[in-house]
């Protein structure tokens, strides 16, 4: 047998490193094949709990919009009672029709920025026929409406009219209206000092008569400083003398006052557009707690 030449054992040893390359080949492709297997394997279990997890998260959304919902609706109807029975109370304890017309009107404008989202029904509160104890000259402070808000506290008088009204009249304007002049002597009015007057249409429609509302603006004035003392509150409540026309004659204004703090509306129009415009349109002043702690003193005085 003759020997192997060096070139035989180079090509065995290149036949040899050829098959252990081969065999390194397939191991890695299986490795490979295992890694992908296991990587495909991880992501099918990930998926399966990012479902898991999705169901669960929308079956407990469902079960907490039904609760929401749910606790809507009973608020909703407390709401509703609550509103009843203001009605009602407004029914046995009002003096008269213009403060049960201003209520409705008030309940109608709450009912209103509520839907249109524009306050939560906790920001706005409607109070009727409060009275406020002595204060030290012994006057007891009747108000018609007191209305509370995040931006403001407003007392209010309600008075059913028709005819005209002249507020913050003085002797400036008697070249304008000259019969306003014998009106202020014959009511001995001062002519320097602003007056209310309201020229009213008498039940025969053939007549009218002047009647001074300057007190009436005057007292619900000192109503609000009163409030505020009593109550201790931040501001001074904003005073609103409000004339609603009756179901048959209408009711106007000519307003002369150059006093920025009492406000003086005639007709539901005006009054919703002073609170639309005005109202919820300023800074903050009370919390819903601040409004929550004034309404339970105001009922400690009217139990």
Known sequence: MSQLEPIH???????????????????????????LAKVQE??????????????????????????VLSKQKEEHQVEISQKEREIDSLKIFSKNEGEYITDRHLLDLRDQLVNE?????????????????????????????IVLTRTGIYVIDSNLVNGHIYHGITEQQFSEFPILGQVFETLDLNPKKEQTLLLEKQASKKSAAFHDYTDKVKEVDETSEELQRQLELKYTPTPIIYFHPDEVDEATISNYSQDPNIKVLVGEQQLQHFFNKFVFHGRFQYSVEDLERIMDELEKFNP
């Open 9 to 35: 054992y180079g090509l065995i040893a290149a036949v040899v490193i050829a098959i252990i390359f081969i065999i390194l080949f397939f191991v890695s492709l299986k490795q490979r094949k295992n890694s």
């Open 42 to 67: 991880q992501h099918k279990k990930q998926n399966e709990s990012l479902k898991s997890e999705h169901k669960e998260k929308l079956d407990h959304e469902r079960v907490e919009n039904k609760k």
């Open 117 to 145: 989202r524009r306050i939560r029904p906790e920001d706005m509160h409607i109070m009727a026929n409060i009275f406020l104890p002595k204060d030290p000259l012994g006057k007891v402070h009747q108000i018609d409406h």
